[in-house]
């Protein structure tokens, strides 16, 4: 199963809204390389939502519905996908702890700070709960 970490800016639609919400649609992606990550996506698939302005993972989620056309998008190019709501981590990883971990050595995460949706292989998302203090 694939595993995917998503961005959002707190100030915008931070994970809080999300448990509050326990569903939303995730879309105003644009860049082309996010956007074939979001294509990727299917339901089921495992994400950690990531807060930009914190620079650090605080959340769980799932993908709830595999890509679909992003409603906003009068093109009719971009796609959407809707999350369902998991758990906080119990502490955030911040961007400078992952950084220190040698499995996202390489990781689009690090190479490309602003691409908002970013595949995670099932080492790192492993590292990433395992710092995130969430135990499976």
């Given at each position: 199963?694939?595993?995917?970490?998503?961005?959002?800016?707190?100030s915008?639609?931070?994970?809080?809204?999300?448990?509050?919400?326990r569903?939303?649609r995730?879309?105003?992606?644009?860049?082309?390389?996010?956007?074939?990550?979001?294509?990727?996506?299917?339901?089921?698939?495992?994400?950690?939502v990531?807060?930009?302005?914190?620079?650090?993972?605080?959340?769980?989620?799932?993908?709830?519905?595999?890509?679909?056309?992003?409603?906003?998008?009068?093109?009719?190019?971009?796609?959407?996908v809707?999350?369902?709501?998991?758990?906080?981590?119990?502490?955030?990883?911040?961007?400078?702890?992952?950084?220190?971990?040698?499995?996202?050595?390489?990781?689009p995460?690090?190479?490309?700070?602003?691409?908002?949706?970013?595949?995670?292989?099932?080492?790192?998302?492993?590292?990433?709960?395992?710092?995130?203090?969430?135990?499976?």
């Open positions: 199963m694939p595993f995917w970490l998503v961005k959002t800016e707190p915008t639609y931070a994970f809080q809204d999300l448990l509050r919400d569903k939303t995730w879309d105003g992606v644009s860049n082309a390389q996010a956007q074939a990550n979001l294509r990727a996506m299917r339901e089921g698939d495992e994400v950690v990531y807060h930009s302005g914190e620079k650090a993972a605080v959340g769980l989620a799932r993908v709830a519905r595999g890509a679909y056309p992003d409603p906003g998008d009068p093109a009719g190019k971009r796609v959407a809707d999350l369902a709501a998991g758990r906080a981590l119990e502490k955030p990883v911040t961007l400078g702890v992952l950084r220190g971990a040698d499995v996202f050595d390489g990781s995460l690090l190479r490309q700070g602003r691409l908002s949706v970013v595949p995670l292989s099932a080492a790192q998302w492993r590292v990433l709960l395992g710092l995130g203090g969430v135990r499976r």
